[in-house]
């Protein structure tokens, strides 16, 4: 999948007309149409921290049992330098998305980005090469939808608050602080267990919660107690304090406070040493 991922990125910047929030575009999807839940099978959808924050708690699944169930991580592309999962098809129903049934998406309040801005796309220009690159949003013709280029005309603003996107992108937008930190556009490479440590803390916030409120990690930080209250209940305030944690333990980023004195003491063992 990583190289079918990568020949789709290479032919979407070289090929593929680039739009801006206020240029327009046709569409329409209803039951009505031959094609309807046609797009739901054989589909790359890569998933975001916060799709996958809500697809578990709309199941009321664990994150661990989640990631086992419904999450493929193909291997990293060469250029690649953060893992991305994309969720599983369901090979024993003609690589149908586990979600759809007959009447449409199961979990359409939940459902992610990328069915929710169907069929506009999102891409960027930025590389190591070309760290300013612009941002932009694209169009996905598929022979399989029969929708685009009919009914309304609206704008890819007026889509993304018809599609109801505004936390999605929001959360998005964090998670960029993240994907495109400068750590990573320098050229440096995270080692297998760091990458594993990001996946860990963006996309399985049970496990994430445990290593925060299980181990020593409290008295590592200073943390307002509010916020430690929050951190235990609420998993959108969590994914945010994840994306800090990252940016801290991985690209030595000081978004997190290291408390004094956890770090005295700490000083105090070395120097007995």
Not at 180 to 198: K, S
């Amino acid at each position: 999948m990583s190289k079918q991922v990568e020949s789709m990125e290479k032919r979407i910047l070289e090929e593929y007309p680039r739009m801006g929030a206020d240029d327009t575009f046709c569409f329409e999807c209803h039951a009505g149409l031959s094609c309807f839940t046609q797009c739901c099978r054989d589909v790359s959808i890569a998933l975001t921290p916060y799709d996958v924050l809500r697809l578990k708690n709309r199941l009321q699944m664990k994150s661990q049992d989640f990631v086992e169930q419904h999450i493929l991580l193909p291997p990293m592309a060469q250029k690649q330098k953060l893992p991305t999962p994309f969720l599983k098809m369901n090979e024993e129903d003609n690589k149908r998305c586990p979600f759809v049934k007959e009447g449409g998406c199961s979990v359409y309040e939940d459902r992610p980005w990328a069915c929710r801005m169907y069929p506009v796309g999102l891409a960027s220009s930025r590389s190591d090469a070309q760290p300013d690159g612009e941002e932009f949003f694209f169009l996905i013709r598929s022979e399989v939808c029969k929708g685009l280029d009919r009914g309304r005309t609206m704008t890819i603003r007026e889509w993304q608050r018809d599609q109801q996107t505004q936390a999605h992108d929001a959360a998005n937008e964090a998670f960029k602080a993240v994907t495109l930190h400068r750590f990573l556009r320098d050229g440096y490479v995270l080692e297998p267990e760091h990458r594993q440590m990001f996946f860990m803390a963006c996309y399985n916030l049970d496990r994430f919660r445990e290593f925060v409120f299980q181990s020593s990690f409290l008295k590592k930080f200073e943390i307002d107690p509010k916020r430690v209250d929050a951190l235990s209940r609420d998993d959108e305030e969590l994914l945010k304090f994840a994306y800090e944690w990252v940016r801290f333990a991985l690209f030595h980023e000081r978004t997190l406070s290291v408390d004094r004195d956890y770090e005295q003491a700490k000083r105090k063992v070395l120097s007995a040493q």
